[in-house]
């Protein structure tokens, strides 16, 4: 056997192990753990909006919350390891492709690239949260410390905008496609009861248009403080759910975005159970 043949064929089996058991328990104990989050973010702002304003609604308050359940600890442990194994999923995207007739292409690689650096960062984030080194600090402190350092940078009054724009821009994404129910090309539907595809839809389409919404805002804000060059405009997860309580709709809106949080948690358990990877 050639050189060639042999470099494809060390390159087939890598790409089968990549795409084996190992990998595929991670990204399922991946999902699951972000459901978690994002159950415990959404229920943390569900009593934000019944007038409980003591609460953190971000990641660092749903670790805290987490913390102070029996077992919190090992909770928290499998937690981190949870979302090391969505970490290491999309780097097995990344490098091999991911499911579906486009999961090879180019662009479906760079973004398994940037998922892959994003939950990189939070699985080290939850994982020196359970070690007990930090890691669940306020959210809108880290997002204004963020912007105040980027705004000291050359043009960084537009690095901030731009980055602003796209977080916006990625959050109306999110809602379209939530709401054009895309999220059906990734599952296993023939697989899947009736009542598990009724469960994907009112789960896949309230939550994803809620996530949308509030990244959508928390891109507005930044744009707003590159706009005013004033960091305390940016806001975090947290910030950016009590604004809703300050539109015109007050507390209703915070309440049904929250409670679309909580409804993308339980969506990401069905894609860890249905996902297509």
């Known amino acids: 056997m050639n050189t060639y043949a042999m470099g494809r064929g060390g390159r087939a089996e890598a790409e089968r192990m990549a795409r084996g058991t190992v990998t595929e328990s991670a990204a399922r104990a991946g999902l ?4 978690v989050i994002y159950l415990l973010v ?3 702002a569900l009593q934000i909006s019944f007038g ?6 971000d990641r660092g308050g749903a670790l805290a919350e987490l913390s ?3 077992l919190g600890s090992v909770l928290l442990w499998a937690l981190g390891v949870g979302l090391a194994g969505m970490a290491l999923w999309r780097l097995s995207e990344a490098v091999f492709g991911s499911a579906g007739t486009d999961g090879r292409s180019a662009k479906k690689r760079l973004l398994a690239v940037v998922r892959c650096v994003f939950y990189c960062c939070v699985a080290y984030s939850v994982l020196s949260f359970a070690a007990g080194s930090g890691g669940g600090g306020s959210s809108d402190r880290q997002s204004r410390d963020v912007t105040a350092r980027v705004l000291d940078l050359p043009a960084g009054q537009w690095l901030v905008g731009v980055a602003g724009a796209g977080i916006a821009v990625a959050g109306a994404w999110i809602g379209v496609a939530a709401a054009r129910r895309t999220y059906r090309k990734q599952l296993r ?4 009861p009736r009542w598990g595809r009724r469960l994907t839809d009112i789960t896949g389409v309230g939550g994803g248009v809620a996530r949308g919404l509030v990244f959508t805002a928390a891109g507005a804000f930044a744009v707003r403080a590159a706009v005013d060059t004033d960091p305390g405009r940016a806001k975090g997860l947290d910030d950016t759910l009590r604004s809703f309580a300050g539109t015109p709709l007050g507390p209703w809106l915070l309440t049904l975005v929250a409670a679309g949080l ?6 990401s358990f069905a894609l860890a159970r ?3 990877v």
Not at 189 to 192: D, E, K, L, S
């Open 32 to 35: 699951a753990a972000r459901g």
């Open 42 to 44: 959404g229920a943390l």
């Open 52 to 57: 409980d304003g003591g609460h953190q609604a």
């Open 68 to 70: 102070r359940q029996p």
């Open 189 to 192: 539907q023939a697989a899947m």
């Open 262 to 267: 909580v409804l993308f948690g339980v969506f």
């Open 274 to 276: 249905w996902r297509r």
